[in-house]
């Protein structure tokens, strides 16, 4: 059956005999999927966050099944995600993921289609309709706390960030990024994008408090830049939760505690301003190993995947 094309706005979209798209209130969606998703894939701890969230973007859309609404979903041609089902569940899932995608692959104008979010239970769902997961990532969390001690020894010295360093950390980003997994997956930034990328963070992180939870890390002797964790409030957490942005050290100084040691001094200064921080990490990455030494629990993997 051939769906109607998309347009901007439009409330309803007839999918075939049975199934049928209509737009959602932004915010009684965020709540329906809230409950109804069964998992807080950001760690939020929060009924506002994970609710409110929605109203953020477009294209909100309940699934009806033979006039009978059976969950939601985010979607717009190339795109989508925030799918849920409801009890009692009427129909199979993956016949609803299927009904779906017919609709992506109508209203496709681009090489891809990316579907975000899909939860360990889905991925199956959706190989069996040719998608491939382009990455699978997950959000860990932690108290933060106070260290009594964090010791450097006699090689390296410390300092906290202003946005002068944006240049410097750039460039460290690209080496230390370069050949990892978030490469493999996310491709590699040039210098200029690096840098950019740098400002961006600091600004955030200095416009929703001071920079303390950040830290740079120097080798004594050269003076150069060998490590570094850019940490702070983003203004986009609830529950005043921190977070650990970036967390990098140099790939000839690996191996000597650094990253160990930039956690803690994070986790101390993030302690003056927040009971807890989390990060977000691509699966595979060996960060993930220091990450669960220094006592951060793992969240529901979750998975972005294509199709072409």
């Given amino acids: ?32 999927e809230t409950i109804y998703s069964g ?13 409110i969230d929605k109203i953020d973007y ?31 569940y009427l129909v199979d899932r993956f016949r609803v993921i299927n009904v779906l995608n017919d609709a992506l692959l ?19 769902n959706y190989n069996r309709l040719g998608y491939k997961v382009s990455c699978e990532r997950k959000v860990m969390i932690r108290p933060t706390e106070t260290f009594d001690s964090i010791n450097w020894g006699d090689d390296f010295f410390i300092k906290v960030p202003t946005i002068n360093d944006a240049e410097e950390l750039g460039k460290m980003f690209v080496e230390c990024y370069t050949g990892g997994v978030d490469y493999e997956v996310f491709g590699q930034q040039n210098v200029e994008e690096a840098i950019e990328n740098a400002k ?8 929703n408090n001071i920079l303390d939870g950040s830290t740079l890390v120097y080798d004594k002797t050269t003076n150069e830049l060998v490590g570094a964790c850019i940490a702070g409030i983003n203004g986009f957490t609830d529950n005043n939760f921190s977070e650990i ?19 803690k001094q994070a986790l101390n200064n993030l302690n ?29 993997k979750f998975a972005n995947m294509f199709l072409k």
């Avoid at 051939?2 to 709540?31: S, T």
């Avoid at 109508?106 to 199956?124: A, H, M, N, T």
């Avoid at 977000?280 to 969240?299: D, L, P, R």
Wanted: hydrophobic residues 40%.
């Fill in 245 to 263: 942005g970036e967390i990098v050290v140099k790939p000839s100084y690996r191996g000597n505690g650094i990253a160990s040691n930039l956690i």
């Fill in 200 to 207: 961006y963070i600091l600004n955030i992180y200095k416009s």
């Fill in 1 to 32: 059956m051939k769906i109607e094309m998309w347009e901007d706005g439009k409330e309803q979209y007839i999918l075939n005999d049975e199934f049928v798209l209509k737009r959602a209130d932004k915010l009684e969606f965020g709540i329906h």
């Fill in 58 to 88: 477009e294209d909100h859309f309940w699934i009806y099944y033979n006039k009978t609404r059976i969950g939601g979903v985010h979607i717009k041609p190339n795109l989508m995600g925030a799918f849920f089902m409801e009890p009692p």
């Fill in 272 to 300: 003056k301003i927040s009971q807890a921080t989390i990060l977000c990490v691509t699966v595979g990455n060996s960060a993930e190993a220091v990450y669960h030494k220094m006592g951060f629990m793992q969240g529901v």
């Fill in 106 to 124: 109508q209203w496709k104008c681009e090489e891809k289609i990316r579907v975000y979010g899909v939860l360990p239970s889905d991925i199956e």
């Fill in 39 to 51: 998992v807080d894939l950001e760690l939020s701890y929060s009924w506002k966050k994970q609710t």
